[in-house]
């Protein structure tokens, strides 16, 4: 994360904001990541963060929005058009926009669902059941399955026909009827001749979690197993999400922080 106390960066965009050189500010948002992003727009007054926040590419923007604090992602709702709105979301997975929903004042939340196309808000209001604290509520639905007796030619296909829009595509779950039945790597997938069936290169011994399961619990497993991500099943051993690694991360950092304000004698938030 960039230091921004220490930098000159926030003095520039200042003095070019003042000068309306709107061009030379976006391309030196370009050569930073998007968490470094979010705290340089937070930084900014008020009145300059949505024109700003305007200067970035479409998906620079939302992958900025992500790591920003709810009150500079309200603030910014706040000044979004429809169209606007509606193209953030287009670019947010699920998850991120449970995270959102969840932050969010009642007014705010209505005119994103309403903006939301309709699978991602029943993919929202499918996570949102979940209890706070269980893998349910973390979870995210954007997840790549195949079907055990599709080719590797066939399944490549339909990676290429989905993936674009899927939280990972490393690794894909293998199901029938909605069952889990495996995993398989992409990188099998690429070592496999076009022919061969994916029941006959799965991995069948997959490591799953329950729905209602603890995320502090299933967040230490990332680390116990050294996963990048696990699929979440229900009462039935039907896959119905995953968790990611960055997911999990987020769990682990906010049970750091509460056991700090604890350790402080501070209540949590």
């Not at 921004?4 to 000068?19: P, Y």
């Not at 706040?78 to 193209?87: A, C, G, M, R």
């Not at 039945?181 to 496999?192: A, F, H, I, N, W």
């Not at 979440?232 to 950092?253: C, K, N, S, Y």
Request: aromatic residues 6%; charged residues 35%; negative net charge.
């Amino acid at each position: 994360m960039l230091d921004l106390e220490n930098s000159r960066i926030m003095e520039e965009i200042e003095d070019l904001s003042l000068r309306k050189r709107w061009p030379e500010i976006r391309e030196m948002l370009l050569l930073f990541e998007p968490a470094d992003i979010a705290a340089i727009l937070a930084e900014l007054p008020a009145d300059r963060l949505p024109l700003v926040y305007r200067l970035l590419p479409k998906e620079l923007a939302a992958e900025a929005f992500v790591e920003m604090d709810p009150e500079e992602q309200e603030q910014l709702i706040q000044t979004f058009s429809d169209t606007e709105l509606k193209e953030v979301l287009d670019e947010l997975y699920v998850d991120d926009t449970v995270d959102l929903i969840e932050e969010m004042p009642a007014s705010v939340v209505k005119r994103i669902l309403r903006h939301a196309d309709p699978e991602t808000r029943r993919s929202v209001n499918e996570i949102l059941k979940y209890p706070e604290d269980s893998a349910g509520s973390i979870m995210t639905t954007e997840f790549v399955y195949l079907h055990p007796d599709a080719t590797v030619e066939e399944s490549f296909n339909r990676i290429r026909k989905v993936g674009l829009d899927k939280e990972t595509v490393y690794t894909c779950y293998v199901t029938e009827n909605r069952i889990l039945l495996g995993v398989v790597t992409v990188r099998r997938l690429l070592l496999s001749p076009y022919e061969t069936k994916i029941r006959d290169i799965m991995e069948t011994n997959v490591l799953s979690v329950n729905t209602h399961e603890d995320k502090e619990d299933v967040a230490q497993m990332f680390s116990k197993y050294d996963l990048s991500a696990v699929p979440v099943v229900d009462g039935d051993d039907r896959l119905v999400g995953i968790i990611t690694f960055d997911d999990a991360m987020d769990v682990m950092e906010e049970e750091a922080t509460e056991d700090i304000e604890k350790m402080a004698a501070i209540l949590p938030t």
